[in-house]
């Protein structure tokens, strides 16, 4: 079994920047895709952006939304995935959600997905 925690959501000015972290625990895997999703109230889970680990090679996605303004990393040493946000808008406000896969897929699509975590609230006031 894997377990995903997330943190680092708050509230922040627009223009302003997070990371948000998900722990991934619970086994020890050689090929992951963990992705960011978000949802807003009233609306539809929304991908923001993915990638995957395997044999020294990754690949990521990123939504248009959040593209050229996010980045998605990984330290190994903490098991921890990132979402680094910069230029945050009044629009990214939502519930991030990361998920894990314990294989290579595009991830782009929630259904890929195995394992989510519980959700941190970010709010981008104006």
């Known amino acids: 079994q894997v377990q995903l925690v997330e943190s680092g959501g708050g509230l922040v000015q627009a223009g302003g920047s997070l990371r948000l972290s998900c722990v991934v625990s619970?086994?020890?895997?050689?090929?992951?895709?963990v992705g960011w999703f978000r949802q807003a109230p009233g609306k539809e889970r929304e991908f923001v952006a993915a990638?995957?680990?395997?044999?020294?090679?990754?690949?990521?996605s990123y939504g248009d939304s959040v593209k050229g303004r996010s980045s998605i990393f990984r330290d190994n040493a903490k098991n921890t995935v990132y979402l680094q946000m910069n230029s945050l808008k009044p629009e990214d406000t939502a519930v991030y959600y990361c998920?894990?896969?314990?294989?290579?897929?595009?991830?782009?699509?929630?259904?890929?997905?195995?394992?989510w975590g519980q959700g941190t609230q970010v709010t981008v006031s104006s």
């Open positions: 998920a894990a896969a314990l294989d290579l897929r595009t991830g782009i699509n929630s259904r890929e997905y195995d394992y």
């Open positions: 619970g086994r020890t895997f050689s090929s992951i895709t």
């Open positions: 990638r995957s680990w395997s044999d020294g090679l990754s690949r990521m």
